[in-house]
Protein backbone atom coordinates (compact mmCIF):
# COMPACT_ATOMS: atom_id res chain seq x y z
CA UNK A 1 0.00 0.00 0.00
CA UNK A 2 1.28 3.69 -1.19
CA UNK A 3 -0.53 6.58 -0.68
CA UNK A 4 0.33 10.15 0.28
CA UNK A 5 -2.17 11.99 2.59
CA UNK A 6 -2.44 15.21 4.54
CA UNK A 7 -1.71 15.39 8.32
CA UNK A 8 -3.77 16.43 11.06
CA UNK A 9 -1.16 19.42 11.03
CA UNK A 10 -1.87 19.75 7.27
CA UNK A 11 1.29 18.29 6.03
CA UNK A 12 1.91 15.69 3.85
CA UNK A 13 2.47 12.12 5.10
CA UNK A 14 3.33 9.08 3.22
CA UNK A 15 1.40 5.72 4.06
CA UNK A 16 4.13 3.21 2.72
CA UNK A 17 3.07 -0.84 3.86
CA UNK A 18 2.33 -0.56 7.51
CA UNK A 19 4.06 2.32 8.53
CA UNK A 20 3.63 6.32 8.37
CA UNK A 21 6.35 8.68 7.18
CA UNK A 22 6.83 12.60 7.75
CA UNK A 23 8.57 14.54 4.81
CA UNK A 24 11.95 15.50 5.77
CA UNK A 25 12.96 17.72 2.86
CA UNK A 26 12.60 18.01 -0.61
CA UNK A 27 16.09 18.66 -3.01
CA UNK A 28 14.90 19.50 -6.82
CA UNK A 29 12.98 16.51 -7.77
CA UNK A 30 13.53 14.33 -4.36
CA UNK A 31 11.40 14.30 -1.43
CA UNK A 32 12.79 12.20 1.69
CA UNK A 33 10.55 10.67 4.23
CA UNK A 34 11.81 9.98 7.61
CA UNK A 35 9.57 7.48 9.96
CA UNK A 36 6.91 9.24 11.86
CA UNK A 37 8.75 7.68 14.68
CA UNK A 38 11.44 10.13 15.85
CA UNK A 39 13.97 7.39 17.30
CA UNK A 40 13.72 5.04 14.58
CA UNK A 41 16.04 5.51 11.90
CA UNK A 42 14.02 4.36 9.17
CA UNK A 43 14.12 6.66 5.49
CA UNK A 44 12.50 6.47 2.05
CA UNK A 45 13.38 8.66 -1.19
CA UNK A 46 11.15 9.59 -4.08
CA UNK A 47 12.69 10.41 -7.08
CA UNK A 48 10.35 12.37 -9.22
CA UNK A 49 6.91 10.49 -9.58
CA UNK A 50 8.73 6.56 -8.84
CA UNK A 51 7.58 5.09 -5.92
CA UNK A 52 9.62 5.62 -2.61
CA UNK A 53 12.29 3.45 -2.13
CA UNK A 54 13.29 2.42 1.43
CA UNK A 55 17.06 3.04 2.19
CA UNK A 56 17.16 2.57 6.29
CA UNK A 57 15.18 -0.10 8.21
CA UNK A 58 12.62 0.36 11.16
CA UNK A 59 13.77 -0.30 14.80
CA UNK A 60 9.98 -1.22 15.81
CA UNK A 61 7.35 -3.18 15.01
CA UNK A 62 4.67 -2.37 12.30
CA UNK A 63 2.22 0.23 13.18
CA UNK A 64 -1.17 -0.29 11.19
CA UNK A 65 -2.27 3.05 9.48
CA UNK A 66 -5.57 4.73 10.91
Known amino acids: MLSIVESKCNKPTLLLHTFRYTQDKILNTSV ?11 RAIQYGSSPPSMKKSHNHDEKLCN
Open 32 to 42: YWKCENRSCPA
